[in-house]
């Protein structure tokens, strides 16, 4: 069975993710996030700007800055303090 099923309703005909699942569908926020995830490289260090770049190529609802803000929040994604760096957290 494929892992993101239950969020393929979450995806447009293009498949980019159309819109960010409610609050009360806690676990379709996580496996959107699992999802994005997947498309970083474990191995290279991002700017703000790319990571933007990275998740606008996976959603049309026009908000990279929150979804980068959920992917660090939930510590997918590590970051320096100033914000300048990003990676992928591999005890994730």
């Known amino acids: 069975m494929n ?4 969020i393929q309703q979450l995806f447009d005909d293009d498949g980019l993710i159309e819109r960010w699942p409610s609050r009360k569908k806690k676990n ?4 959107v996030l699992e999802y994005l995830f ?3 490289d474990t191995e290279k260090k991002y700017t703000e700007r790319e990571v933007n770049e990275l998740l606008n190529q996976h959603h049309s609802f026009g ?14 994604l590590r970051r ?3 914000g ?3 990676w992928v957290n591999k005890d994730m």
Request: aromatic share 12%; hydrophobic share 40%; no cysteine.
């Open 28 to 31: 379709n926020q996580l496996l």
């Open 84 to 86: 300048r760096a990003y």
């Open 80 to 82: 320096t303090l100033d």
């Open 63 to 76: 908000d990279p800055a929150m979804l980068r803000r959920e992917l660090f929040e939930k510590k997918m």
């Open 3 to 6: 892992k993101y099923a239950s």
């Open 38 to 40: 997947e498309k970083f």
